[in-house]
Antibody, heavy 123, light 107 residues
């Protein structure tokens, strides 16, 4: 059974860069889409984007000027970088495997999630 | 961006009761809707894909329906482990968007 674990600094200063890693165990990152979703404390969920194992990416228009995804295939890891952070970027950040294929609709959806990691933006 | 609006915000119910949660999309999304359950301190758990298909391992008491702009998640007989926050999400257009959630709490 695949397991995902997010890691990174819990505290980032405003205007700096938020960097997170998602380590995947029990399966390969190959042949899958991988998503990043975040959730501000006490609030709802927001898609940041996804990355395919080939490196193709798609970002939310609200964040695409500041966010970059990457892969480290030999180490079975994916990464997120978000530049110029503000307090509004304070959230629990989740990585997810988009392992469910909806044949009728031609879409991939999350079937496995990490536990999430809280990142606070504060000076 | 397609806005998803859920109602009610909070639903108070007792075990054994039927719970009906609603989700409305700001534009038609066909049946490209998923439902997730989230408990405190946990990641969301997929419940329903394609508006009405249960995810693997989801009990039959959970059912989804709807198309276009109106969707419903029904829990036929609430169990204690069902008290949680439920989110709908459209995946018809990018970016995928979630509703704000419905909290199902014990009365």
């Amino acid at each position: 059974q695949v397991q995902l674990q997010e890691s990174g600094p819990g505290l980032v200063k405003p205007s700096e860069t938020l960097s997170l890693t998602c380590s995947v165990s029990g399966g390969s990152i190959k042949n899958y889409y991988w998503g990043w979703i975040r959730q501000p404390p006490g609030k709802g969920l927001e898609w940041i984007g996804w990355i395919y194992y080939t490196g193709t990416t798609k970002y939310s228009p609200a964040l695409e000027s500041r966010v970059t995804f990457s892969l480290d295939t030999p180490n079975n890891q994916l990464s997120l970088k978000l530049i110029s952070v503000t307090a509004a970027d304070t959230a629990v950040y989740y990585c997810a495997r988009l392992g469910h294929f909806d044949e009728g609709r031609g879409r991939y959806s999350p079937d496995s999630w990490g536990q999430g990691t809280l990142v606070t933006v504060s000076s | 961006e397609t806005e998803m609006t859920q109602s009610p915000v909070t639903l108070s119910a007792t075990p054994g009761e039927r719970a009906t949660l609603s989700c409305r999309a700001s534009q038609a999304v066909s049946t490209y809707v998923e439902w997730y359950q989230q408990k405190p301190g946990q990641a969301p758990r997929p419940l329903i894909y394609g508006a009405s298909t249960r995810a693997t391992g989801v009990p039959a008491r959970f059912s989804g329906s709807g198309s276009g702009t109106e969707f419903t998640l029904t829990i036929s007989s609430l169990q204690s482990e069902d008290f949680a926050v439920y989110y709908c999400q459209q995946y018809y257009v990018w970016p995928r968007t979630f509703g704000q959630g419905t909290k199902v709490e014990a009365k």
